[in-house]
């Protein structure tokens, strides 16, 4: 069984900063790839910003520059720092992990039960 429990979505003004955190526990072998993702009412979910293992790092050219994905590999934690925050920023903020359970087992992917984010005067 594996969870990921995400926090730190808020109500924040236009310029304002907010920092996600997502935390997977449970059964886990080794963690690959882990990514935010967003979706706005009436929207597809979409890709924020992604960090592999490796370290590479890919974002949605909408918040290249102001945002910055991170990882903390002893606490299996991956956070989006998230600065200048705009209105077209709200949206409910998804977590996706990629990761084994056990030496031989597939690499599965994960998703987080989202946290509101909403940015507004």
């Known amino acids: 069984q594996v969870q990921l429990a995400e926090s730190g979505g808020a109500l924040v003004q236009p310029g304002g900063s907010l920092r996600l955190s997502c935390a997977a526990s449970g059964s886990i072998f080794s963690i690959y790839g882990m990514g935010w993702y967003r979706q706005a009412p009436g929207k597809q979910r979409e890709l924020v910003a992604a960090?592999?293992?490796?370290?590479?790092?890919n974002y949605a050219d909408s918040v290249k520059g102001r945002f910055t994905i991170s990882r903390d590999n002893r606490k299996n934690t991956v956070y989006l720092q998230m600065n200048s925050l705009k209105p077209e920023d709200t949206a409910v903020y998804y977590c996706?992990?990629?990761?084994?359970?056990?030496?031989?087992?597939?690499?599965?992917?994960?998703w987080g039960q989202g946290t509101q984010v909403t940015v507004s005067s």
């Open positions: 960090l592999t293992s490796g370290g590479s790092t």
């Open positions: 996706n992990t990629g990761l084994r359970t056990s030496s031989s087992a597939p690499i599965r992917y994960y």
